[in-house]
């Protein structure tokens, strides 16, 4: 089981996100599910088939209307537009906290692979995108690129583009309306951030001393020349 946080709402085993959300404002937009579909460059089977899966999981989100003297069309819900409200305010919850919270770890550039290197920190070796000639470096980590797992199910190195990982201990758990701060020890002086909605900080019961498995990508993050 991991958590990491691209903003969504869950119900069931099925999550709204950023796509279904232009989904449904295309079709209040356009009026009608196909053409919602043909301007978002989707098919309309698929559209269909997604939009069948949300409702079963959220609810009623269109009402469609066949032929008559009206030509038909497609309508939102007050059910969407309340599903809708709640994605925006947890989009933008998560966006100011996101904004600001990251760790930096200073180290040395160890090796290179093109635009990536692999860098020595206290927390231990890690990759990332790194300047041209830079040496010394601070590698920025921000909290929406930390995933975290359990770690009895944390995948395996190979079965991840996460090329970053560390195992590490919880120290806080910051709870917002809708998202968490959690704070990581990963054995360095500075600690690792990450966010996830409050479904998933109890789906995956986290709370202080919890042993976790934190894992990001390297192409997310960054460094730069330290002076």
């Known amino acids: ?54 409702e079963d999981a959220f609810g009623p989100l269109v009402d469609r209307q066949r032929g008559g003297s009206g030509g038909g069309g497609s309508a939102l819900t007050e059910n969407a537009a309340d599903v809708l409200a709640r994605f925006d305010r947890l989009r933008t ?7 600001t919270t990251e760790a930096v770890f200073d180290g040395e550039v160890a090796s290179r692979n093109g635009e990536l290197a692999t860098v020595d920190t206290a927390a231990g070796r890690l990759s990332a995108l790194v300047p041209p000639d830079a040496s010394s470096v601070s590698v920025a980590v921000r909290a929406d690129a930390v995933t975290l797992h359990d770690p009895a199910d944390s995948p395996e190195p190979d079965a991840t583009s996460a090329r970053n990982r560390f195992s590490g201990t919880v120290t806080a758990v910051e709870r917002g309306d809708a998202v968490s701060r959690v704070t990581i020890d990963v054995n360095a002086a500075t600690p690792l951030y990450a966010l996830l909605t409050n479904d998933s900080v109890e789906r995956l019961a986290l709370a202080a001393d919890a042993a976790v498995v934190a894992s990001f990508k390297a192409t997310a993050t960054r460094a730069t020349p330290r002076r």
């Open 1 to 54: 089981m991991d958590a990491g946080f691209d903003a969504r709402l869950t119900a069931g085993d099925v999550a709204f996100d950023e796509r279904d959300a232009a989904l449904l404002r295309a079709v209040d937009a356009e009026g009608s599910l196909n053409a919602a579909a043909d301007g978002l460059n989707r098919s309309y089977s698929r559209a269909h088939a997604r939009l069948t899966d949300l």
């Open 93 to 99: 919850g998560y966006a100011g906290i996101a904004e």
